[in-house]
């Protein structure tokens, strides 16, 4: 518990941009390639950043001195997202795209008499849903 504190703490800012540029790549990145990427003045901040996190355990250096996502970790805002095919989405989009899927399954199939309580639920719980999955990808610092 007290490393996934300290990794909060260190892990944010640029280190944390260099870290989920390396998750989203999922392959070994070179020092020029991250400082392209997020568009750093010079390498010597790539590499910084790319040794910072080397020194906290999340990456490793390969044989030919490119860097790779050793230990996933799920620490601070990073709890609340999901990396697929290299893209970062919120976990409650999953919750979202399934109540949205249950509500208009539910209009379809009772269109001509819907129990006004099970629509109210349905319409509320899909509402629900979407705002917070909405306010999560808005409020995320990267």
């Known amino acids: 518990m007290s490393k ?24 070994p990145v070179g020092v020029r390639e991250v400082q392209r990427e997020l568009g750093f003045s010079s390498p010597s901040i790539a590499y910084h950043h790319l040794e910072k996190l080397k020194e906290m355990g999340v990456v490793s250096k390969d044989d030919v001195g490119r860097y790779v ?20 989405l919120p976990r409650l989009l999953f919750y979202a795209i399934f109540f949205t899927t249950l509500s208009l399954l ?10 006004p309580y099970a629509l109210t639920f349905s319409v509320a719980s899909t509402i629900a849903m979407w705002y917070e999955t909405l306010k999560t990808w808005r409020g995320r610092e990267w």
């Open 106 to 115: 539910y209009i379809f199939n009772h269109y001509q008499d819907p129990d």
């Open 4 to 27: 996934d504190r300290d990794l909060s703490h260190e892990l944010r800012g640029k280190t944390l941009k260099v870290y989920l540029l390396l998750l989203k790549k999922g392959r």
């Open 69 to 88: 996502i050793s230990e996933k970790v799920d620490v601070g805002l990073l709890k609340m997202f999901i990396i697929i095919r290299g893209k970062i």
